[in-house]
Structure formats: structure tokens, C-alpha cells
């Protein structure tokens, strides 16, 4: 089956500093990546939808100067916190989905980051 | 707003019988209902899904029933084992919203042994 692989698995950071995550596709491509944000016991809640070659787009609510999203290629989408506080403390997962119209996606194992 | 409603919260069932989680949405430009696994610390993982076109679809022990003109679709795990015991989130996506997944808010499933 597709794989999608996310690094790194689990990041701790001080206040004020940004942290990179990576998700990649590992065997497949994938024109639309989106990331989710869970907080514990609760839903993904989506943050954005990142498209390669353009620039993401954010839900509602979440700030796009603090979650920087950059989709380089067909197999790999990044999200970095930017002046990260206790509150961004949470898991993020992203999924890809396989390009062409088509609703397969395929999530990675998420993100765990821990603000401190 | 939350487009996708999921219940119950929480559900505990005995090795053996049946679980069933109920979701209801409102959008009816979804086009697509998956349902999805997850165990904690991990990423979720489709499970089944189905279209609005079809009232039913059955992957081994797993079951969605579809109710297009209610708007509610249900997952039935049947013979259910300890080893289903994770959160369960139903889902909702349509291709004019560019693909874009919302999930309910999860039931957690506990099988007892």
C-alpha cells in the first residue's frame, strides 16, 4: 500500500523558536497534501491544503504567517512553526492524496510536538 | 460549524457483538464518507468508504449503511475483538471543495475480552 512517512516523529522546542516538519510520499505521487492538527481525545481539525507548485490554503482561523506551509515537489510538503508557543503544542498529521480525481489519500503517522 | 456529527462519544462492547457508530452530515455536496481507524499515537487509516450512490457497502466484518435522503451513514463492525478497540472517526469529502476531508468528532471503542 502507499506510505506516507512524516520526520520527525516527535520534537520538543523552546518558546520562540520554529520547527520544520516533513511529510513525504514515499511511493506515489501527490498534487494536494493537507495537514491536520489533533489536540488529545479530540478530531483532526484541518489547517490548510497544500498544492504543489502554489501556495496552501488555510482554513478559517488558522494564521498563515505562523504555519508556513511549502509544497516543493509531488512527494513532499512542509510545515513549519514559526515563534512557537506552549499553545502549538499538539499532534500534526498530514495526509497526501494520489494526484489525478480521485479521493485516495493516505496519512502519515504524525507529528508530535511538544512547546515548552 | 461542525458539518459532520458523530456519536456515540464512547462505546463498549463485548467480544464478539456488534458496534455500531451513527453519523449524520449537513453538506449535501459531500460526495464521499469514509471511515477511519486510528490507535493512539498514530495516524489514522481508511477503513471503508462509501458513495452517496450506494446504500450500502460490506468489507470483510465492516459495514457502512448510507441514508442519502436522511443524511446519516453508520458503521457496523461486526464480531467485534479487542484488537478493533481504537477511535473511530467518520468523514466527509466532496471533489468541488478540492478534496477536503472533515471528520466527526471520533467514538472510542473499547472491546472487551
Known amino acids: 500500500g502507499a506510505v506516507v512517512s512524516q520526520h520527525p516523529s516527535w520534537v520538543i522546542c523552546k518558546s520562540g523558536t520554529s520547527v520544520k516538519i516533513e511529510c513525504r510520499s514515499l511511493d506515489f505521487q501527490a498534487t494536494t497534501m493537507f495537514w491536520y492538527r489533533q489536540f488529545p481525545k479530540q478530531s483532526l481539525m484541518l489547517m490548510a491544503t497544500s498544492n504543489e507548485g502554489s501556495k496552501a490554503t488555510y482554513e478559517q482561523g488558522v494564521e498563515k504567517d505562523k504555519f508556513l506551509i511549502n509544497h516543493a515537489s509531488l512527494t513532499l510538503s512542509t510545515l513549519t512553526v514559526t515563534s512557537a508557543h506552549p499553545e502549538d503544542s499538539s499532534f500534526y498529521i498530514c495526509s497526501a492524496r494520489v494526484s489525478g480525481f480521485t479521493y485516495e489519500q493516505y496519512f502519515g503517522p504524525g507529528t508530535r510536538l511538544t512547546v515548552t | ?113
Open chain 2, 1 to 113: 460549524q461542525q458539518q459532520v456529527k458523530q456519536s456515540p462519544q464512547s462505546l463498549i462492547v463485548q467480544k464478539g457483538g456488534i458496534s455500531i457508530i451513527n453519523c449524520a452530515y449537513e453538506n449535501t455536496a459531500f460526495d464521499y464518507f469514509p471511515w477511519y481507524q486510528q490507535f493512539p499515537g498514530k495516524g489514522p487509516a481508511l477503513l471503508i468508504a462509501i458513495r452517496p450512490d450506494v446504500s450500502e457497502k460490506k468489507e470483510g466484518r465492516f459495514t457502512i449503511s448510507f441514508n442519502k435522503s436522511a443524511k446519516q451513514f453508520s458503521l457496523h463492525i461486526m464480531d467485534s475483538q479487542p484488537g478493533d478497540s481504537a477511535t473511530y472517526f467518520c468523514a466527509a469529502a466532496q471533489a468541488t471543495g478540492g478534496f477536503k476531508t472533515i471528520f466527526g468528532a471520533g467514538t472510542r471503542l473499547f472491546v472487551k475480552a
